[in-house]
């Protein structure tokens, strides 16, 4: 899918490094250390560069005008459709719905999708681990239509339960909503398995790619499923741009989320036709600089090659994993044998946020918090944690600086 | 930069963040109210009795947080115990003052206790840490929804 001819031998984090303006700044006069990516990656010169260009020199509306700066950025934004589509290996790129985020790309599925799909009774399943955004649009369609939304488990590592999982599937089972990669534990679901037994009872799968889209490499045929969303700016791209890959028979089923501009065939006061998908799904203005932005991180992150990248992050993943373990007074929550990029932890006697300030004045920042999954905080009698994400950025002395720095904070409460 | 951190998490701050004073239920207490820091996950219950001429004769909180919060709600039952309502609501707008006024003036509030606004001096360091402020102040904002008769109060 990639083209492997064209692209360095062997991954190199410090001209990968080098590619990122803000890894050289200093935080407190100490060099930054940023295990946040999780949250939201740092942006390459490309993508910076790209964005720039367009604003600079060949910005206009998208398809709209016949004019020639028109032209040129609504070809730079399709064109962006093209190298998703083939970054995830979709079978046609109108499958990719650029939307504003991941969010968007549920909240769309939910109110256009579920909306007409679903009844009383029917039933969603996701998981314990799931982020907000994969749990609050189908509670807001459940209070609506009298939908049951069922909550497959967890074990204490982090795992997800097949087995249990598949005992929740019933007739009434519609649509399986669960994440790639937990961005709390980083355990890694095993989704070609969990949409296989979903088909097999009728519901369709959809997937929160967040962080998926990150660590791993992405092939939604082979996965299978019906929708994948995962959002930009945690692959290096900017904010306010999103994807929805959708198969193209459900897509075609489906009817607009938003009415507007661009999304029509054709209007008149009595009738509007409403535009093929992908237009369909995107009235309005699009985010068209990100969209570009996007696809300057795309050809970024494959000019070293996903399977590169993965193999780096895997690497100080592990190392992160395990010293942390080590350390005396150190609990880590996410030992799920099949994890990445993540490692979530508490320190004994010290509250998260407690650790996270004292941590952010050694200059490491990592996130704390209930990292917008309460119900998984929940789950292990926790109200924060703190959590270090890792990009293909870091390295293994960034995460020697967290440890020094966790060892501070326990100097400080000792 | 490791004394912006000792300043903001000085002895007695560690201390009443590990051994929280009034830290029980208040069975009899007239006034009560939850306290939500929805970025941090703190969640508290101060309870307040006050009797008919609003002095407080008793105070004290449940709920789990970071240290600052814990100390700045332990700390607050501890100055409370004994004043009046308006007295409490007086030492409350100055010491707000003192965590996030980078030009605060003592003067500016004549009648908040002098000796309890010493006491509260500890938690200042809190002015250099902006995403720390809420943590100092929540008990103090709950304090304040129960007497006005709220069930809740958020930072948010």
Redesign the interface.
């Given at each position: 899918m990639n083209d492997l001819s064209n692209r360095p031998i062997a991954f190199d984090v410090a001209k990968a490094r080098a590619d990122f303006p803000i890894l050289s700044k200093e935080i407190?006069?100490?060099p930054l250390v940023f295990l946040d990516s999780g949250a939201s990656a740092q942006k390459p010169q490309a993508v910076i560069d790209a964005m720039t260009y367009v604003m600079r020199e060949e910005y206009a509306n998208v398809h709209r005008g016949v004019h020639y700066l028109s032209q040129h950025t609504t070809m730079a934004y399709e064109a962006v459709r093209g190298k998703i589509a083939a970054h995830i290996n979709a079978s046609d790129e109108n499958e990719v719905v650029f939307t504003r985020g991941a969010t968007e790309a549920i909240n769309l599925v939910a109110a256009s999708w579920g909306r007409k799909n679903l009844q009383e009774g029917d039933e969603i399943i996701v998981s314990e681990m799931e982020h907000h955004s994969n749990i609050v649009p189908w509670q807001m369609l459940r209070d609506e239509l009298g939908i049951v939304l069922k909550v497959a488990p967890i074990d204490d590592d982090g795992n997800f339960l097949l087995d249990a999982f598949e005992t929740l599937l019933s007739d009434r089972t519609k649509l399986v909503a669960i994440t790639h990669v937990s961005n709390v534990l980083g355990t890694v679901v095993p989704i070609k398995e969990v949409a296989a037994l979903a088909h097999a009872r009728g519901a369709l799968m959809l997937v929160d790619g967040c962080q998926g889209i990150v660590h791993m490499q992405i092939d939604v045929q082979d996965l299978d499923v019906d929708f994948y969303a995962f959002s930009g700016h945690k692959l290096y791209g900017p904010t306010a741009f999103g994807v929805l890959y959708g198969k193209k028979d459900v897509l075609a089923d489906m009817p607009p989320y938003q009415g507007g501009g661009d999304m029509i065939a054709s209007v008149s006061f009595e009738k509007t036709i409403y535009a093929e998908p992908p237009h369909r799904f995107e009235a309005g203005t699009p985010p068209i600089i990100e969209a570009i932005g996007f696809g300057a991180a795309l050809d970024y992150v494959n000019g070293w090659g996903m399977d590169q990248i993965i193999a780096h992050e895997e690497d100080v993943h592990r190392y992160a994993q395990d010293r942390l373990k080590q350390l005396p007074g150190i609990t880590v929550y996410g030992n799920a044998p099949d994890k990445q990029g993540i490692v979530s932890f508490l320190v004994d006697?010290?509250?998260?946020?407690?650790v996270g300030?004292?941590v952010d004045?050694?200059?490491v920042a990592v996130r704390?918090?209930?990292h917008c999954a309460?119900p998984l905080?929940q789950r292990f009698g926790v109200?924060?944690m703190a959590r270090a994400s890792f990009g293909m950025y870091n390295t293994k002395e960034d995460v020697d600086a967290l440890l020094e720095a966790v060892k501070?904070a326990q100097e400080?409460?000792g | 930069m490791l004394d912006e951190l000792r300043e903001l998490y000085q002895e007695v701050i560690l201390d009443h963040g590990k051994n929280p004073r009034n830290y029980r239920d208040l069975p009899d207490a007239n006034y009560h109210a939850h306290g939500n820091n929805p970025l941090c996950g703190d969640k508290i219950v101060v309870y307040l009795k006050l009797d008919d001429d609003k002095v407080i004769l008793d105070c004290s909180f449940e709920g789990r947080g970071c240290a600052i919060s814990q100390a700045s709600a332990s700390m607050m039952t501890e100055i409370l115990i004994g004043k009046k309502m308006q007295d409490a609501q007086a030492l409350f707008d100055s010491f707000h003052a003192m965590c996030t006024d980078e030009n605060y003036d003592p003067a500016q509030y004549p009648n908040a206790d002098e000796d309890a606004l010493d006491r509260l001096q500890v938690m200042a360091g809190v002015r250099e840490f902006p995403m720390r402020v809420k943590c100092a102040t929540l008990a103090w904002h709950t304090m304040q929804a129960a007497v006005h008769g709220d069930s809740t109060a958020s930072t948010e």
């Open positions: 407190y006069g100490k006697g010290i509250h998260a946020h407690d300030t004292i004045r050694c200059g704390v918090g209930h309460e905080m109200e924060a501070t400080f409460f | -």
